[in-house]
């Protein structure tokens, strides 16, 4: 369960970890945006100075492939 909204599994949402290259300061706020700005999107956090990035999503309103699309146009690399 996430401790800053208290979403969690039980609301159906699930949560991806993994760290990404790429990062700069402005790119990291600005792909947060972007991924909050995606249905579904319920938290997100990125830690610009090593990459590491915390998503909590519904799969059922946004797709993988959708979240992904937010770095690739944003030159960040995600080491899934």
Known sequence: MCK?????????????????????????????RALLGLPGVLYTHIHSHDGETTIDYDPKKTKLTELMRVFEENNVAPNL
């Open 4 to 32: 800053e909204c208290g979403c969690g599994n039980e609301n159906g949402a699930t949560r991806l970890q993994f760290y990404a290259e790429g990062y700069t300061e402005e790119s990291a706020k600005t792909v947060e």
